[in-house]
């Protein structure tokens, strides 16, 4: 017979298995301190020493981390989910930026559509919050709040999709971006006229899903890409351009 006789979990089992699960979901985010040892014992209900023996635990599945004097963080996952060559590469050649984007065209739209299927109430309200924050960052004259949102946006409408592949590989990819290893998102948000155009694309995907509009969410998004594919088409267009007119006055200066 394939029975054994059930066995009570050990406290420190019950503890890796929910912080595994925290991270899964992500909501326990790669970098993330962890509260203080006697705080998070009391949180968790059980005994220093079993929290210690959990945090052995995760440490050795490369979970979490440890700082000298500054406590226990969760680790940084995502930074093997592409080898260093490769980021290089990416950065390397303009083909990778429009690869980005068109993967992620697929992988947000579909996202959204779930997101606007099977989102919750609170997931829904997660990403008004984002996006009410971006209202407030665009009136300001510096962009860098307001791009730093962009990336929650659209993070915030993955985690809402609840499929914890796509929230990872999601999560690695928003990384590189932040890293400016695609494109430099500034340049998107420098122009007010671009930057007005950007808040209206994210409201019309905040409208769809607060409607629970799948197919307009998911259309939503990818207008948003599209427009942010042709912003970067012009502008690689635009630094060859001034390449060539740098070129020709330094040839004219020379010349004199």
């Known amino acids: 017979m394939p029975f054994r006789p059930v066995q009570s979990e050990k406290l420190s089992a019950a503890v890796v298995r929910q912080i595994e699960q925290l991270i899964l979901r992500g909501i326990l985010r790669p970098g993330e301190r962890l509260p203080a040892e006697r705080e998070l014992a009391e949180r968790l209900k059980v005994s220093r020493p079993s929290l210690r023996d959990a945090i052995g635990v995760l440490q050795e599945e490369g979970l979490l981390s440890t700082r000298?004097?500054?406590?226990?963080?969760?680790?940084?996952?995502?930074?093997?989910?592409?080898?260093?060559?490769?980021?290089?590469?990416?950065?390397?050649?303009?083909?990778?930026?429009?690869?980005?984007?068109?993967?992620?065209?697929?992988?947000?739209g579909l996202a959204a559509k779930r997101a606007a299927q099977v989102g919750s109430d609170t997931d829904l309200r997660v990403v008004q919050t984002v996006f009410d924050k971006m209202e407030v960052a665009h009136t300001k004259r510096n962009p860098e709040d307001e791009a730093q949102l962009d990336a929650q946006f659209h993070m915030a409408i993955v985690e809402a999709s609840h499929n914890v592949v796509m929230l990872h590989m999601m999560r690695s990819m928003y990384q590189l971006l932040r890293e400016g290893v695609f494109y430099n998102r500034q340049v998107m948000f420098k122009q007010r006229a671009t930057r007005g155009m950007l808040l209206d694309?994210?409201?019309?995907?905040?409208?769809?899903?607060?409607?629970?509009?799948?197919?307009?969410?998911?259309?939503?998004?990818?207008?948003?890409?599209?427009?942010?594919?042709?912003?970067?088409h012009g502008q690689i267009k635009a630094d060859r351009n001034e390449e060539v007119a740098r070129q020709r006055l330094d040839h004219e200066v020379e010349r004199h």
Not at 85 to 94: K, N, Y
Not at 207 to 219: F, I, W, Y
């Open 201 to 232: 694309q994210h409201r019309a995907i905040n409208d769809r899903l607060q409607q629970r509009d799948p197919e307009g969410a998911r259309q939503a998004v990818e207008t948003h890409l599209n427009y942010v594919e042709t912003c970067l």
């Open 68 to 108: 000298a004097g500054a406590g226990v963080y969760v680790a940084d996952v995502l930074g093997s989910a592409f080898a260093p060559a490769l980021v290089q590469l990416f950065a390397r050649h303009d083909e990778a930026v429009f690869d980005y984007l068109s993967f992620r065209k697929d992988m947000e």
